[in-house]
């Protein structure tokens, strides 16, 4: 079954709260926060670092949705 989610940023309870209250009655819309923190590959400097080869997310722009509008919407299949 197909699923529609809300992530929305920490710093948006007003949003969290709206958009959690319109879609209470849908059976396949889920809101969430957006649990990740900072990045935690670090070098010894305390710059950021990253030993993937690849980038595992599968929407680049997730991270420029949330800063620029509150929230990122995804369909998980």
Known sequence: MRREVFVVARDRPDLYRYLSQTFADAKNVEVIWDRRAEERRRAED???RDRRQRDR????TADDEIRRAGYVFLTVE
């Open 46 to 48: 305390g710059t950021p």
């Open 57 to 60: 997310r599968t929407r680049r």
